[in-house]
């Protein structure tokens, strides 16, 4: 069996702090075994977020460790998206998604012409949520690799080592791997001239959480040669 059978037959998924003596914290006790309902016996993979992995076997309420210790390569080059915030919960579900298809690093961002703005403890409340967002989706994905999320930041700090979506640019290339998503507003003319290129998504204009999806999901397949 591959790993990407056992990781995807496994009963359930969870982030443990160390996968030498993995631990269950409350929150996942209560997820496996009042949500999922798990028996002793039922194979559940643990990992620490960053790349190491194990599988063991749910026991009494605790894990009994069912293999050796097993580690996946991150992708040499992070694939990045940053996109200016959304209103409401669509940056949860940005979020959630980028996740499951397998983005290494998430950055939110201000724009010129954003009309969500987080102050720092705005800032600090919604980035604490989008982690415990990007923790259970990596459990529903059977991800080894928690990927990492900032901001926000001004976008002009970011566009020079990033390409904007916009439409009119050119195609997306392999070597693509920050990929910037501005407010439904559009960019201003001073950001579109700080990035380092413009690329489409599309022939139509696209919603901040779409055009975020659509970029990742361009980025991951390029990177697979797909």
Known sequence: MTDADALRRSAAHVVVGDVSAPVLDDAAHHHLTRVLRLGPGDVVTVTDGAGAWRS???????????????????????????FAI????????????????????????????????WDDERAAKHL?????????????CRAVWLPSIEGPVDALTVLPDAVAAEPGGRSMRAGDRTIAVGPEGGWSHAELDAAADQVSLGGTVLRVETAALTACVRAVALDSGV
């Open 56 to 82: 063991c076997r749910f026991g009494d309420g605790s894990l009994e460790i069912d293999g050796e210790v097993r580690r996946v390569a991150r992708r040499a080059a992070p694939i990045t998206i940053a």
């Open 128 to 140: 604490g949520k989008l982690r415990r967002v990007i923790l259970e989706a990596t459990h529903q």
């Open 86 to 117: 959304p209103k409401a919960d669509r940056p949860e579900w940005i979020v959630q998604k980028l996740t499951e298809l397998g983005v290494d690093r998430i950055v939110v961002l201000h724009t010129a012409r954003s009309v969500v703005r």
